[in-house]
Each structure stands twice: as structure tokens, then as C-alpha cells.
């Protein structure tokens, strides 16, 4: 917040102003030569960054195979278990009082390893997102900041349309850098 407020701020003292009806409306200035010692601003669309990064797909993808793969697991040792439940309530007239006891011990037990297993298996599959996401993260922040300072950029937002939270609600599209940061993180994901 506090960077957002000082770009403001900066802005906000730009010397040229453009007078509209009652509000003053800074003008951005180009980031040019003749501006040396100014902040310099550029932003990227997340969105697009997401949609175009070949690391973000690839990780989208196995993910998502992943996701299947631990469903069909689960949903086929969960009718394995629902097969044990019938056939016990299919034979439980010819058991014994013991045997049926037994029995409900050992599917409540059995009933109990597949909740715990599910379980389980849900909460590999979110720390392997979440570290994934972490590290899609950082390779973009880690671009970004080379990218940045091999520009001479002061200050590079994220600017995404589906949330106005990141900050940057508009910028000129001459400030957008989107298409240099998926070119440069797609080609140091091939690299890697």
C-alpha cells in the first residue's frame, strides 16, 4: 500500500496538469531520456501472464491430471469399501452375533483408513499446488525485477481485470510490458 501511495504522491507532483471541468488530471510523462531521475512506470497484465506462461500451462495441466488420477483412486477404494458394506448386509442373516460384531468392527475401522486416506491425499494435493503457485511466484517476481532493472524501471504493477485489488485500475497501454515478461519467462523456462 505504502508503494502505491508514493507512486500516487509521485504522480500527483508531475508538473504538467491538464484542467478538465473541475478536477486536475495528472499527465503521465513517457519514460524517455529527457525524464532521467523520475520514477519510471510500467505494468503487466497477471492475467495474461498466466494465460501465456508455459510453466503456469504445463503446471495447470499436470495438476489437473494429477486431481483425476487421486479421484478415480479414492472413488475406486471407496467402492471396494461400499462392495464390502453389501456383501456383509447380504450374508450378516447366516453370521454368527460375534461374526456380525466382528465384522462392523472391521468395516468401521476399514471405513475410517478411507476417510483418513482421502484426507490425506487432498491435503498432498494442496501443499503440491500451493508449492507450485509458490514457485510460478517467484519466477515471475524474479523476472520482473531483471526485467526491471535491465529497463530502468522504477516501479512495475501487476494489473489484472478480473481484480481490482492488485492496485493499478488503469495505465496507458504504452506502459504495458505484458508481452516482454511472457516472452522472457517462456524463454527461461525452456532454458530450465
Known amino acids: 500500500m505504502a508503494m502505491i501511495s508514493f507512486a500516487l ?3 500527483n507532483n508531475a508538473p504538467e496538469t491538464k ?3 473541475t478536477s486536475t488530471i495528472p499527465v503521465t510523462q513517457k519514460n524517455t531520456s529527457e525524464n532521467a531521475g523520475q520514477p519510471k512506470f510500467a505494468f503487466y497484465n497477471s492475467d495474461s501472464v498466466m494465460l ?3 510453466f503456469y500451462k504445463v503446471t495447470k495441466k499436470d495438476l489437473e491430471t494429477k486431481q483425476r488420477l487421486m479421484q478415480s483412486d479414492f472413488s475406486t477404494r471407496q467402492s471396494q469399501f461400499e462392495n464390502s458394506v453389501v456383501a456383509f448386509q447380504n ?3 447366516t453370521m454368527t452375533a460375534s461374526k456380525i460384531e466382528e465384522t ?3 468395516l468401521g475401522k476399514k471405513e475410517q483408513e478411507l476417510r ?3 484426507q490425506t ?3 498432498n494435493f ?3 499446488s500451493q508449492d507450485l503457485n509458490e514457485k510460478m511466484s517467484n519466477n515471475i517476481a524474479d523476472y520482473v525485477k531483471k526485467y526491471a532493472e535491465a529497463n530502468g524501471l522504477t516501479f512495475v504493477f501487476a494489473h489484472s481485470k478480473a481484480s481490482v485489488a492488485l492496485g493499478l485500475v488503469y495505465a496507458k497501454d504504452s506502459y504495458d510490458v505484458t508481452a516482454d515478461i511472457v516472452k522472457g519467462l517462456n524463454e527461461e523456462y525452456k532454458k530450465k
Open 9 to 11: 504522491t509521485q504522480c
Open 19 to 21: 484542467k478538465t471541468n
Open 52 to 54: 501465456k506462461y508455459e
Open 91 to 93: 450374508t450378516a442373516g
Open 104 to 106: 462392523k468392527q472391521s
Open 116 to 118: 483418513e486416506y482421502g
Open 121 to 123: 491425499q487432498e491435503q
Open 126 to 128: 494442496i501443499k503440491q
